[in-house]
């Protein structure tokens, strides 16, 4: 069973019980005392019966005898007097009734039980439709015992409630289906954020992540919306996160295995023409060239494409502080055939927390790059300063620059501005990404400026480190 | 006959495949990026064009826009190998779709179909008085039919594809009988001998010491 007509139907059980017991217990004290009434009343009146009763038969004793007659007359002209849609009485003598008023229905056993409860005992007589409540008392007149017995109909009172019990019903019957009506409303507002997360988690389960319940009421299921909200927009975000990362090796895959084909094609190729038969010698030549320098493009590219896992698996490094002229000082070692191109401006005081072969290395990347870009003055310039970020390494160059839409994306593995170029000049396309890397290592990043026709310039940020 | 142009942004590639397709007799030009391969289209004319897809000036999918109204044949010839890539430079309208690594052969003989199909080559080879239909696989010597089997077939094939080279004897076992049969070379000699025999060429298949065998057409 839902929860909206689980709660409607426990408010309306409650509100019935309620209801009820209440308007019973009004339609009961209002019966007691309309029948307490009806009793004082009657009882009054049987009193005065009795009482004329008394009077009359005394006065029509004669001689100490009282006729049956005289009692029955004298009921008669009571019986006038008083009249009898009201009921009725009798007077009986020795369970004989010597003059009866009383309604046919009743009978001569009610009567008698009326004498037998005694004086103004109250007993109440059902007969058919009607309701009577009767009294008896004893008259005593020349030596005689007589017993009026008078019957008051009290069917009104008995009528007035159950009357009061139909309407009761009915009032409640109304009341309950207002009140339900109201209390489903009521419900259905309070439950329709439960609504709309049942649908957001729905989504959720079908992939769908974007759905916001945002329910602003601050109630439990307020709460309850508001956590869902950020439940998702947290699963969301790891799972952009997940698809990023797949596209990320999915697209270095592929590049890789396009890079890889390239080689693959030449050694093969030529490879395949040298065994099937003898060649020119020119050709000859030339496709053993071409199949050794692809062979090297290979090597340098598993190289470089090892440093870098080594390098993602990597998560953090030991940095030691260590002097930049030091580091400087490697990279110019590892690139003799640059050197005279490199113009260093650094203070040798200055000392850097890095791991000093990476850096060096980093160093080294940058630089290649600087002389490929062919600078006019043929000058690859380093130098290092401190600032208030940090100390700041910048490699520049006057070379040919980087066109902007490419800036972007030059750290990505295997990403090369102009291909056959950077073919020629034996580049891997994976040298700013290795870069890229170790710089993050160390806990910044490379910011690259970039005019074309005017040159490049990279800067990192390092911190500093005492010795 | 027009020369083929080669467009590739690898010297090492456009040069390999020069190389195989000059054994076959074919001229070929080479373009190493997409404005020079533009260029030498609008000036030159031309049988057939190779497509790199990948290339730096415009790419192989901007040049056969270029190309398709000259009615020029064109084969992709890309690293590019998955369907979709595959599908959708046949549907730009080239003629075949060779995929990178390739074997010398495989882009030999996808050149000669190409070439068959739009009516621009030979639709015969020949050496000597022997000609060779290979859309019916007939071999004719002197305008007579000869009947071979069609492993000789196949060597015949080979022999054609390499005239005036010297083929290595366990190469050319391999290119006949594949890479997994058993090197048996005495087979070779023997099918050698068949189709000395069957085509008159005694002297035409010349026997090389410690190479293999050459196939000679002075012309």
């Given amino acids: 069973m839902k929860l909206a007509p689980k709660l409607v139907l426990t408010i309306l059980l409650l509100l019935g019980v309620l209801l009820a017991a209440g308007g019973g217990w009004l339609t009961k004290t209002d019966f007691e005392r309309n029948f307490d009434q009806a009793r004082t009343q009657n009882t009054l009146a049987h009193r005065r019966d009795t009482y004329s009763l008394q009077n009359g038969l005394l006065a029509k004793v004669n001689d100490g005898m009282l006729s049956s007659q005289a009692v029955v007359d004298y009921g008669e002209s009571l019986g006038r007097y008083v009249g009898q849609q009201q009921g009725g009485f009798a007077v009986y003598q020795n369970g004989e009734a010597l003059y009866s008023s009383l309604p046919g229905t009743l009978g001569q056993e009610a009567a008698q039980r009326a004498i037998d409860a005694g004086e103004e005992a109250l007993l109440l007589q059902k007969a058919g439709q009607d309701s009577y409540m009767m009294m008896a008392s004893e008259v005593q007149a020349a030596g005689e015992e007589y017993w009026l017995v008078s019957a008051y109909d009290v069917t009104g009172v008995f009528q007035a409630r159950e009357a009061k019990f139909r309407e009761l019903f009915r009032l409640e019957l109304a009341a309950l289906a207002l009140a339900g009506a109201a209390a489903a409303l009521a419900v259905s507002w309070m439950i329709r954020p439960l609504k709309k997360l049942e649908k957001a988690s729905q989504a959720v389960a079908a992939g769908d992540y974007t759905l916001s319940t945002a329910t602003k009421s601050r109630d439990e299921v307020g709460a309850l919306s508001r956590s869902f909200d950020a439940m998702t927009a947290t699963v969301r975000d790891k799972v952009d996160q997940m698809e990023d990362t797949i596209l990320r090796q999915k697209q270095f895959v592929s590049a890789f295995t396009h890079e890889l084909k390239t080689p693959m094609t030449s050694i093969l190729g030529y490879s395949d023409l040298l065994r099937s038969g003898e060649m020119d010698p020119e050709d000859q030549r030339q496709a053993v060239q071409y199949i050794h320098r692809e062979a090297l493009r290979l090597e340098t590219l598993s190289g470089k494409l090892m440093q870098l896992m080594g390098l993602v698996e990597q998560e953090e490094l030991t940095l030691e502080p260590v002097r930049l002229a030091l580091v400087l000082r490697d990279t110019a070692a590892s690139l003799p055939e640059l050197a005279p191109m490199l113009e260093i401006q650094c203070d040798p005081a200055l000392t850097v927390l890095a791991d000093r072969d990476l850096l060096a290395d980093l160093v080294r990347n940058l630089v290649i790059n600087a002389a490929r870009a062919q600078p006019k003055d043929g000058r690859v310039h380093i130098t290092a300063g401190r600032t208030e970020e940090g100390i700041v390494l910048r490699v520049a160059d006057r070379g040919r620059g980087i066109p902007e839409a490419d800036l972007p994306h030059i750290t990505e593995p295997f990403y090369m501005v102009d291909k056959s170029r950077a073919r020629a000049q034996n580049g891997s396309g994976m040298g700013l990404a290795l870069c890229a890397r170790i710089a993050r290592l160390h806990g910044s990043e490379l910011r690259f400026t970039s005019r074309l026709g005017q040159g490049t310039v990279v800067e990192l940020n390092l911190r500093e480190g005492t010795v | ?219």
């Fill in chain 2, 1 to 219: 006959m027009k020369p083929i142009l080669i467009v590739d942004d690898e010297a090492a590639i456009a040069q390999l495949i020069a190389m195989t397709l000059a054994r076959m007799g074919y001229t070929c030009q080479m373009a190493f990026d997409g404005l020079k391969a533009a260029e030498l289209l609008e000036k030159n004319e031309y049988d057939l064009v190779l497509l790199d897809i990948m290339l730096p000036g415009a790419d192989g999918y901007e040049l056969i826009d270029f190309i398709r109204p000259t009615g020029i044949p064109v084969i992709f010839i890309s690293a590019k190998t998955t369907v979709a890539d595959r599908v959708k430079g046949l549907h730009l309208g080239a003629c075949d779709y060779i995929v990178k690594p390739f074997a010398p052969e495989e882009l030999l003989a996808r050149v000669e179909n190409v070439l068959r199909l739009s009516g621009r080559g030979q639709a015969l080879l020949k050496a000597g008085d022997v000609t060779v239909d290979v859309a019916t696989r007939q071999v004719k010597k002197a305008g007579q039919e000869v009947a071979l089997t069609p492993t000789e077939y196949h060597l015949l094939l080979v022999l054609l594809h390499n005239k005036n080279i010297a083929l290595y004897r366990d190469t050319l076992y391999e290119r006949v009988w594949g890479r997994d049969a058993e090197l048996d070379t005495r087979t070779l000699d023997i099918h050698i001998h068949r189709l000395r025999k069957k085509l008159g060429w005694q002297h035409m298949i010349r026997t090389i010491p410690r190479v293999g065998y050459r196939l000679e057409e002075t012309s």
